[in-house]
C-alpha cells in the first residue's frame, strides 16, 4: 500500500464550485504539505503544516485553504473554484532530522471549466 | 523570492547515449536534491547533497553540489527507456523553516 495516498485522482469541476482535496498518510510524520504543479513552473508550495496545531501560508496560498485533521490528514479545499486553479496537485510528507526528504502522494488532476 | 533555472526544459537521446542536466540560482543553498517524477505520479527522491563540492552517486546517476553552492549538475549514463521522466532540482536553505525550493524540471524522452 503506498505510504502517501491522494483523492479524488482525477476531478473536473465546474467554476464557483466548492472543491475539497483529500491526502492521507501512514508514514507518521508530522509535516505535510500541499504543492501545485503547472507545466513549466515546477512545484511551487500552497500551504504547509508541522503538526496539527500548525498551518503556514506558502507562496501561492490566495484561493485555498487547509484543515489538518489529525496527524495523518490533510486537506486542501478550494472555497470557489477557478479556472486557473486548474492543476495537478501534490501532497508530500516528511520529517526531521530528514526534513529534506519529501515523500510525495500520486497527485490530483483537477480541472476547473 | 528564491529562483531555481533548470535547463534543458526538455531533451530527446538515444538509448545508451549519456545525459546532463543543471540547475542554477543567485542564491546559496545548503542543500541541493534531484527528484524523479514518472508519467501519473508524485516525485521520488534520487539523489540528496549536503556538502559545497560533493559527488555522489545512486547507479548510474551522479549529482553534484557546486562549489558555488549556487548550482547543481545531474549525469544520467547509459539511458534506458525506464529514465523517461521529468527530472527535478531542489534546493533547501538552513535556518528557520527549511523551505524546499524546485526547479522547472528536465523532461527526458528516450529513444529505444
Known amino acids: 500500500d503506498a505510504d502517501v495516498t491522494q483523492t479524488p485522482r482525477n476531478r473536473i469541476t465546474k467554476t464557483g464550485k466548492r472543491i475539497m482535496l483529500e491526502c492521507s498518510q501512514t508514514?507518521?510524520?508530522?509535516?505535510m504539505y500541499w504543492y501545485r504543479q503547472d507545466p513549466g513552473l515546477g512545484l511551487r508550495l500552497i500551504y504547509y503544516?508541522?503538526?496539527?496545531?500548525?498551518?503556514n501560508k506558502g507562496e501561492i496560498s490566495d484561493g485555498y485553504s487547509v484543515s489538518r485533521q489529525a496527524q495523518a490528514k490533510f486537506s486542501l479545499s478550494l472555497e470557489s473554484a477557478i479556472p486557473n486553479q486548474t492543476a495537478l496537485y501534490f501532497c508530500?510528507?516528511?520529517?526531521?532530522?530528514?526534513?529534506?526528504?519529501?515523500?510525495f502522494g500520486p497527485g490530483t488532476r483537477l480541472t476547473v471549466l | 523570492g528564491q529562483q531555481l533555472n533548470q535547463s534543458p526544459q526538455s531533451m530527446f537521446i538515444q538509448e545508451g547515449e549519456d545525459v546532463s542536466m543543471n540547475c542554477t540560482s543567485s542564491?546559496?543553498?545548503?542543500?541541493w536534491l534531484w527528484y524523479k517524477q514518472d508519467p501519473g505520479e508524485g516525485p521520488v527522491l534520487l539523489i540528496a547533497?549536503?556538502?559545497?563540492?560533493e559527488l555522489t552517486s545512486n547507479g548510474r546517476l551522479t549529482a553534484q553540489f557546486g562549489i558555488t553552492r549556487k548550482d547543481s549538475f545531474l549525469n544520467i549514463s547509459a539511458s534506458i527507456p525506464s529514465d523517461v521522466g521529468i527530472y527535478f532540482c531542489?534546493?533547501?536553505?538552513?535556518?528557520?523553516?527549511?523551505?524546499?525550493?524546485f526547479g522547472t524540471g528536465t523532461k527526458l524522452q528516450v529513444i529505444p
Open positions: 508514514k507518521g510524520h508530522d509535516r
Open positions: 531542489a534546493a533547501i536553505t538552513s535556518g528557520g523553516y527549511q523551505k524546499v525550493t
Open positions: 503544516s508541522f503538526d496539527v496545531k500548525d498551518i
Open positions: 547533497l549536503y556538502k559545497a563540492g
Open positions: 542564491s546559496i543553498f545548503n542543500t
Open positions: 508530500a510528507t516528511s520529517d526531521p532530522p530528514e526534513a529534506d526528504t519529501q515523500y
